[in-house]
């Protein structure tokens, strides 16, 4: 049981250029959301899924576009990425509605230059 | 606007002594509230909640409080080890949607 997993850990981007984070859970749950961290700030939600086929946004979803094909995978698409979105991603999840307790991948480290 | 604020940035403590995170929050919607815990490079990890009919939680060493008049609620580990060293984020959810808002954090240092 691998829980959730995030891939990759890390990379840099060139201002323009776009890329997926990947993010998979093994719970079967059926909440996922993406977070993002900056330094010294707590985490903001980009956006969330109540399940396969169903996405909304968070907090801060601009410049970001998401997808759940399925109940395991919820990837966060960058496209033309700018500086300001040099940060940590955090994926997690959590098991259905009524349930707070989320639980989160491991990160990915971005840098956009 | 902070809907959950940890107005301390960092906590340094003995080993064996009491640690004493807080948060505060403004939504009166919130009607649960978790503490996470962060190593550096790692995800957050659930450490333990607080549902707003209860004023206590405990598990282990580590006990929430809740204040609901204020708006506070406070984290208490005791003893506190040098593995606690750490960044712990207040969270709070409520309403229609499981969304959770977090605080800054706060990073708790536990000297040997």
């Known amino acids: 049981n691998a829980g959730v997993t995030q891939t990759p850990k890390f990379r840099i981007l060139k201002i323009g250029q776009s890329m997926t984070l990947q993010c998979t859970q093994d719970m079967n749950h059926n909440y996922m959301y993406w977070y993002r961290q900056d330094p010294g700030m707590g985490l903001k939600l980009i956006y969330y899924s109540v399940g396969a086929g169903i996405t909304d946004k968070g907090e801060v979803p601009n410049g970001y576009n998401v997808s759940r094909s399925t109940t395991e995978d919820f990837p966060l698409r960058l496209e033309l990425a700018a500086p300001s979105q040099t940060s940590v991603y955090f994926c997690?999840?959590?098991?259905?509605?009524?349930?707070?307790?989320?639980?989160f991948g491991p990160g990915t480290r971005l840098t956009v230059t | 606007d902070q809907q959950v604020k940890q107005n301390s940035p960092s906590l340094s403590v003995q080993e064996g002594r009491i640690s004493i995170l807080n948060c505060d929050y403004t939504n009166s919607m919130f009607d649960y509230f978790l503490w996470y815990k962060k190593y550096p490079a790692e995800g957050p990890t659930f450490l333990i909640s607080i549902s707003s009919i209860k004023d206590k939680n405990e598990d282990g060493r580590f006990t929430v409080f809740l204040n609901k008049s204020a708006k506070h609620l406070s984290l208490h580990i005791v003893p506190s080890q040098p593995g606690d060293s750490a960044v712990y984020f207040c969270a709070a959810g409520g309403g229609s949607n499981y969304k959770l808002t977090f605080g800054k954090g706060t990073l708790l240092t536990v000297n040997p």
């Open positions: 997690a999840s959590s098991y259905s509605l009524g349930v707070y307790e989320q639980y």
